[in-house]
């Protein structure tokens, strides 16, 4: 009788063959690439999610995304089953499963099942969602086939933001607990708190009303959805919602991070409130035209630094004692850093690029914020915060003032998507800590003021010949690039810079910052040069900065 490994390889041979020799990677955010190069990848992550998925004795979750990547390109990626990201073990597995060629597929699915001790007699279940490409509905498929190939139940919720299911796993692991694993039960419960905090309290400078750019991606239906639940408290516009344009194409958090710039179809007045989504609604930015037309950024550490106050704020009029910290990574401005160490007062880690390093490093505290400066970000509360929490918010014996800190820190906890960055969650976040605040976007900005910053990307042969160290701030290798990047530091004011192999591109990535934005353009490019001289660039060199 053939076996049911047996089984998967004969459907894998003959519905989802491997048609590509190059070797693909599960990189920072999973396996992304063409479109059309990913079908049997896909077919392979729905055998390897039900391996997980019997191995944790609990639902593991596939998101078909690429992200702010260009349309063409999709991906996949594997929660598991708090919510977080698949552990890096298991990335080994994928990469492996992913590779084999088709006739050693059945074989390679045994001996991880004998390597990881899986029982193939416990049942396993899938949750899958997709966003909005083109591509996205076939893969699902793929993912779909993979899962009952191996005689499994998957719930397929269609479209979703990524962070959508990685709170409805986190839902589901946990009976309930957390929320209800529905799209209704996710609007409900960020929507309700919310709307609570919301009540109340009085503004003149606050303005309710945003205009979100959706990147045309998921997050323009679901945003539009989310409205539909807080109603009047808050009038969101929402303008590049796929009706017409592409995918994250001039447009998205993405690119007016790193354009330093206003999307397509984005002409507001001065001071109004405009936000960018991302392709797959995970990160958020924030900025506004002045009254002179200059553009202003409120990026990922800005986000950080105003929830870090607000929740800082809250634990004191709880008047409980918990360890508040921030993670940061070392594309996180300068000015950003300075900031939190010296007037926000709180501790701050850097850590490697990538979600997964910074949710790891937040647990380490009672309640850790994290942001990428892109705008991935959010905050976790430890089990015990939360309980310490919500006894004091109904402990008679404290003051009402404590009670009252602690009520409110209750519900913020209701409006936070723990499990991923959200850019809805945070959008709901944001909006808050500005209304009790009672500040304008300028207000906000006022905080602290980027240093000037430009990223840079670099085509190599090989990325890989790039080895980092101390959170990526230094290279290792290739010799003579870091002590090149040193020595041109030193020649700008409040210079710095760093390298690093991108994770999501086939390229390297230059990050420079200075006092000026001339400097920090001419620092990134002089950086992009020993780059390209030293870690073998291909094309084009580097051009020098547009005067
Ligand atoms: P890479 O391509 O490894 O730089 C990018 C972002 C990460 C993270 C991942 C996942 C930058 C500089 N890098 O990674 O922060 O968000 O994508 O989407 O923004
Ligand atoms: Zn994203």
Redesign the pocket.
Known sequence: MESITDLAQKIAQEKHPRKVDKVIQY???GFRTRAENLDHVMYRMGLLAVLRSKERKATIGVMITA??NPEEDNGVKLIDPHGEMLEASWEVHATHIANVPDDGLAESLRTLIQKENIDMSVEGYIYVAKDTRPSSSSLSQAVMDGVSALKTNAKDYGLLTTPQLHYMVTCKNTEGSYGTDTEEGYYQKLSSAFKLLHKNVSWTKYSPVTVVDAANGVGAVKLKEMQKYIGETLKITVYNDGSSGKLNLQCGA?YV?VQQKGPIGCNADAGVKLVSFDGDAD?IVFYFFDKDGKFHLLDGDKIATLVAGYLTNLVTQSGLKLKLGLVQ?A?ANGSSTKYIRQQLKIPVACVP???KHLHHKALEYDVGVYF???G?GTVVFSDDAMNQVKKAASDESRPESERKGARNLSTVIDVINQTVGDAISDLLLVEIVLCVRDWSLEDWDKAYTDLPNR?LKVKVKDRTVIKTSDAERKADSPPGLQEAVDSLVEKYPSGRSFV??????DVV?V?AEAETQADADMLGYEVSVKVYELAGGVGDKPSPPAK
Not at 500 to 505: F, Q, V, Y
């Open positions: 990189g920072t955010a992200s702010h993405d991070k990160r990574t594309y690029t990538g979600v990428e400066a892109n991935h990223q690093r192999p991108s994770g999501t591109e990535r990050y």
